[in-house]
C-alpha cells in the first residue's frame, strides 16, 4: 500500500500531465517556480511541498485542493495510513495494555527515546523531527484517572 506522501506524488504527477503539461519545466514555468520545486514535489523521497505550491498546483491543473491539501496533512503527520485505526482506538481508550520487555510503548516514551528508537532508520532530520512530533501528539490524550 503506498504511503500518503506517495499517493501526493502520484496525484501531482498525474494532475500534471493530465492538464497537459509533458514535462516539469512546463509545469513550473505556469507555475513561476524552479524546474526543481515541480521535480521535488513530485518524489515522494522529497518533503511535502508547501501549501502555496499545492494551492497554485491545484489553480493550473484543475485538481481539487482539498485532496491534496488532506493527502499532504497526512503525509506530514507521520502515522502510516494503517496504523490509524490504532491511533483512533488508542485516543479514545481509558486504559491501556502493552507488553513488550524490550520496548517502550510510543505513547510512554521520552522525546529523547523517540529519537534513539526511530534514528535506527536513515531518516533525514527533518523527518525525523516529524515522527518524534507525531508520536508527541499522541500523549497529548487526555488521561483520566492517571497521577
Given at each position: 500500500?503506498?504511503?500518503?506522501?506517495e499517493?501526493?506524488?502520484?496525484?501531482?504527477?498525474?494532475?500534471?500531465?493530465?492538464?497537459?503539461?509533458?514535462?516539469?519545466g512546463?509545469?513550473?514555468?505556469?507555475?513561476?517556480?524552479?524546474r526543481?520545486?515541480?521535480?521535488?514535489?513530485?518524489?515522494?523521497a522529497h518533503?511535502?511541498?508547501?501549501?502555496?505550491?499545492?494551492?497554485?498546483?491545484?489553480?493550473?491543473?484543475g485538481?481539487?485542493?482539498?485532496?491534496?491539501?488532506?493527502?499532504?496533512?497526512?503525509?506530514?503527520?507521520?502515522?502510516?495510513?494503517?496504523?490509524?485505526?490504532?491511533?483512533?482506538?488508542?485516543s479514545?481508550?481509558?486504559?491501556?495494555?502493552?507488553?513488550?520487555?524490550?520496548?517502550?510503548?510510543?505513547?510512554?516514551?521520552?522525546?529523547?527515546?523517540?529519537r534513539?528508537?526511530?534514528?535506527?532508520?536513515?531518516?533525514?532530520?527533518?523527518?525525523?523531527?516529524?515522527?518524534v512530533?507525531?508520536?508527541?501528539?499522541?500523549?497529548?490524550?487526555?488521561?483520566?484517572?492517571c497521577?
Amino acid at each position: 500500500m503506498a504511503t500518503p506522501r506517495e499517493q501526493l506524488a502520484d496525484m501531482l504527477r498525474q494532475a500534471r500531465l493530465d492538464a497537459g503539461y509533458g514535462s516539469h519545466g512546463a509545469l513550473a514555468r505556469k507555475l513561476h517556480v524552479s524546474r526543481p520545486v515541480v521535480t521535488k514535489a513530485e518524489n515522494a523521497a522529497h518533503p511535502v511541498p508547501s501549501d502555496a505550491i499545492l494551492a497554485a498546483w491545484a489553480g493550473v491543473t484543475g485538481v481539487p485542493l482539498d485532496k491534496l491539501t488532506e493527502l499532504a496533512r497526512r503525509a506530514k503527520s507521520g502515522t502510516p495510513d494503517w496504523f490509524m485505526p490504532y491511533r483512533l482506538a488508542e485516543s479514545e481508550a481509558t486504559i491501556l495494555r502493552c507488553w513488550s520487555p524490550l520496548l517502550v510503548p510510543g505513547v510512554l516514551q521520552c522525546e529523547n527515546y523517540m529519537r534513539a528508537v526511530l534514528s535506527v532508520e536513515p531518516y533525514t532530520a527533518e523527518r525525523l523531527s516529524e515522527l518524534v512530533s507525531a508520536r508527541l501528539e499522541r500523549q497529548d490524550a487526555p488521561t483520566s484517572g492517571c497521577t
